[in-house]
C-alpha cells in the first residue's frame, strides 16, 4: 500500500513563496512520473504540474507556469510544489499524486495517477 503525503500548506500573503512537499510512504516512487493538482472550492480539479519519473522533463498546466516549479528528490522519495507570488485566486486544496508504472513522463490526465494523498489547504489573503 502506497501513501502520498503532502506538507507545506496553510496561509500565505499574497506575493509570499511557499514549498509544497509531498513523500511517498511505502514504495519507491523513482520509477514514477509524478504530479499535483488542485481543487479551489466551487471549481473542478485543475491540473497544475507534472514531472517524469527522473526529473528530466516537467509540464504545467495553463497559466500555471511561472507561478509554480515542480522538482523531485528521488532519494528522498519526494516531490515539490514551489509556489511563488501566488494569488487569492490559488486558494486551493493542492493535491500530489504518483502515477501508474507504464507513466514515465508527467501527466496532465488524473486516470493516469493512481496514488492520491490528502491533500494540503494554501490559503492566499491580499
Known amino acids: 500500500q502506497v501513501r502520498m503525503v503532502e506538507s507545506g500548506g496553510g496561509p500565505l500573503q499574497a506575493g509570499d513563496s511557499a514549498r509544497l512537499s509531498c513523500v511517498a510512504i511505502?514504495?519507491?516512487?523513482?520509477?514514477?512520473?509524478s504530479g499535483w493538482f488542485r481543487h479551489a472550492p466551487g471549481k473542478e480539479r485543475d491540473f497544475v504540474a507534472a514531472i517524469s519519473w527522473n526529473g528530466d522533463t516537467t509540464r504545467y498546466g495553463y497559466s500555471m507556469k511561472g507561478l509554480f516549479t515542480i522538482s523531485r528528490h528521488n532519494a528522498e522519495n519526494t516531490v515539490y510544489l514551489d509556489v511563488d507570488s501566488p494569488i487569492t485566486e490559488d486558494t486551493a486544496v493542492y493535491y500530489c499524486?504518483?502515477?501508474?508504472?507504464?507513466?514515465?513522463?508527467?501527466?496532465?490526465?488524473?486516470?493516469?495517477?493512481?496514488?492520491w494523498g490528502q491533500g494540503t489547504q494554501v490559503t492566499v489573503s491580499s
Open positions: 499524486a504518483l502515477a501508474g508504472a507504464e507513466y514515465k513522463s508527467g501527466k496532465m490526465e488524473t486516470g493516469a495517477y493512481n496514488y
Open positions: 511505502g514504495r519507491s516512487a523513482s520509477n514514477h512520473a
